[in-house]
């Protein structure tokens, strides 16, 4: 598992490791160093360039971790305080990664309306910092823009053969899944918890947030937000697993988009909330998949079991491909779905002997059987473990057999 994902990680990674290493876990566990984590110990939440000062900082925190053996940068540059980053800061931060063999991985600024501007952003990066690119959960978001994958795919193509070393992952679904601050406009995040808090309760500004966000949805050509659904609101649980127009009709109000709109404040006033967006074409999905610098990742945190309505990637990613696109629709074969989950992403993070059979390599194996392995985890069920697993050994000992956990912890920390 590579964990720091998206510009969220620990900044202490040598701390982190330690913390990990003592708890002796069942699996193996890398980290990238993540950019919003950096930039919010350094610079808090504002929106604005750093200093000369700044930026030596958060350059000398991405250097230590690289020390104490991260894979690589993060970004996520949709989420606080890394929108606010401009693109010579992350540059500056990719080139000490890329001093120590790190990689870039990012989830861009835009994955809808502008994202090929944001795919050329980190084009940019990756050639500007002479860094290996990979970008995180690539897709294609927005009924208005399905078909553009064709386009997107052959950005990443062509910059492989002007000999960047760039790739991609994705998980084999059509919604995705984040915070509900995302839908909030970029200036209204400015500040963090507190600041954004405090706009939504000043009435003139919470107009302009509200006004700001039906225009937008409007311009989508969106009549209401049923698309996006709870994951889990620890404000009020029962909205687990319910969608804003269903909310919104709940709390009795009209089913209109503004009013729609309004309930997401609400809901934002009270605290932030996991989300579960559909907006994906299943024809992007499989026609990104077919890319064969594509590898698949869950995009997902720990799931706690019976907690909450969250995606259903957590629990049957690499299932799904092996039983719905593989078996199933033969949108892949065999072999290639393994290497893409095997071999293409150890190489990518350079984790050395790992990834393949073969002599003096870890013996990190899956034994599965192809002809019964499904995901049973769905969006309204979340919570049910993938079939047709049956043995799994970490670093040669065996700590899966007959698809029940042995109790054996020999997982190791994976540094660079």
Not at 111 to 116: C, F, G, R, S
Not at 392 to 400: A, D, I, K, M, S
């Amino acid at each position: 598992m590579i964990t720091g994902n998206c510009g969220s990680s620990h900044t202490d990674l040598g701390r982190y490791f330690f913390q990990l290493d003592s708890m002796k876990l069942s699996i193996n566990v890398g980290s990238l160093i993540g950019h919003n984590d950096v930039r919010r110990t350094v610079m808090g939440s504002t929106d604005r360039a750093p200093s000369a000062e700044e930026q030596q900082k958060m350059e000398a925190v991405v250097e230590q971790a690289m020390k104490d053996g991260a894979v690589g940068l993060s970004t996520g540059l949709i989420y606080l305080p890394g929108l606010y980053a401009r693109t010579p800061e992350v540059v500056g931060m990719a080139k000490v990664a890329a001093k120590y063999g790190g990689v870039y991985a990012t989830h861009m600024r835009n994955e809808a309306d502008a994202v090929e501007a944001a795919i050329n952003e980190a084009l940019t990066i990756g050639r500007e910092a002479a860094i290996p690119v990979e970008i995180s959960h690539f897709k294609i978001g927005g009924k208005q823009n399905w078909g553009r994958s064709k386009v997107t795919v052959a950005m990443v193509e062509k910059a492989r053969k002007e000999g960047l070393d760039v790739t991609i992952d994705q998980y084999p679904y059509t919604a995705s899944s984040t915070s509900l601050r995302t839908m909030l406009p970029d200036w209204a995040l400015s500040g963090g918890s507190d600041s954004i808090t405090w706009r939504l309760k000043e009435p003139s500004i919470r107009r302009r947030i509200a006004d700001e966000m039906v225009n937008l949805y409007k311009r989508r050509k969106l009549k209401h937000l049923d698309y996006a659904v709870v994951a889990y609101y620890k404000a009020d649980t029962t909205l687990n697993g319910k969608n804003i127009k269903e909310i919104n009709q709940l709390k009795g109000k009209r089913s209109r988009l503004k009013e729609e709109v309004n309930t997401v404040l609400d809901l934002l006033a009270q605290g932030n909330a996991g989300m579960v967006f559909h907006g994906m074409s299943e024809e992007d999905v499989k026609y990104i998949m077919q890319y064969p610098f594509n590898m698949f990742a869950s995009d997902a945190s720990i799931r706690e079991y019976n907690v909450g309505v969250p995606h259903p990637r957590g629990y049957g990613t690499n299932a799904r491909v092996l039983g719905k696109y593989v078996r199933e629709e033969g949108v892949l074969r065999l072999e290639e779905a393994i290497r893409r989950m095997t071999s293409l992403p150890a190489q990518k993070f350079r984790l050395q002997h790992r990834g393949l059979l073969l002599p003096g390599y870890a013996a990190d194996i899956v034994i599965f059987d192809p002809a019964t392995v499904r995901d049973l985890s769905t969006y309204t069920a979340p919570h049910q473990y993938s079939t047709g697993f049956q043995y799994v050994l970490v670093n040669g000992q065996l700590t899966l057999e007959k698809g029940r956990h042995t109790g054996v912890r020999n997982g190791a920390i994976l540094k660079h």
